[in-house]
């Protein structure tokens, strides 16, 4: 393994790096602005990694979930295979109530139901969940889909949760879209869609 040595003197002008290791590229692919919607769709294409950056995903509904699931027919059905793992931190605006666990409840064993990203988001004005996850290499078609997130959200009985979320869509065929939104309801929220190669 070679060492890696920063080529600039400061982080924020950062261009490349000395050695075997790259930067690789970020690219902006699109962004959709929900406004009292039931989803927001993607297509998903060949980048070894999709960014999906959660911008505040208001609900219609008290205490609602907001969940995704992929598709390999270009979005006629949203069934996927998942297995998943979960776990939150929470921490109450009173300063009575933290934990840190896992949540058995989140996750999914072979189900091609939708995956939770955050639930029990408050729908009061100043209440929504923000975050971002990672799809990887939707496109393969040698193996399983990986992916990973992480948001945090104001609760509606005012906690704050960071929720993790991880595992893997069960499938070698390749997933070319996915479908975001809320179990119930509606939601007003914007997601922004990066590639990176």
């Not at 008290?62 to 995704?68: K, L, P, V």
């Not at 990203?117 to 990672?134: A, K, P, R, V």
């Amino acid at each position: 393994m070679s060492l890696i040595k920063l080529r600039n003197n400061a982080l924020d002008n950062l261009t490349s790096f000395e050695g075997s290791a790259s930067l690789g590229d970020m690219v902006f692919i699109s962004s959709a602005t929900a406004s009292s919607s039931a989803s927001i769709e993607f297509d998903l294409g060949s980048y070894k990694e999709y960014k999906f950056f959660f911008v505040n995903m208001h609900p219609s509904v008290d205490e609602s979930t907001f969940q995704f699931n992929f598709s390999t027919d270009s979005g006629s059905n949203y069934n996927v295979t998942k297995t998943t793992t979960a776990f939150r931190s929470y921490h109450d605006e009173g300063n009575t109530a933290t934990a840190l666990a896992y949540h058995p409840q989140q996750d999914l064993a072979q189900s091609t139901g939708f995956q939770t990203i955050g639930f029990g988001i408050g729908f009061d004005n100043d209440q929504s969940l923000s975050g971002s996850m990672s799809v990887f290499n939707p496109s393969s078609t040698t193996f399983v889909k990986h992916f990973m997130s992480n948001s945090n959200l104001y609760e509606d009985g005012n906690f704050s949760i960071q929720q993790f979320i991880a595992g893997y869509g069960n499938t070698t065929s390749a997933i070319n879209a996915i479908k975001f939104q809320m179990a119930s309801g509606t939601f007003d929220g914007t997601i922004k869609m990066y590639g990176i190669s």
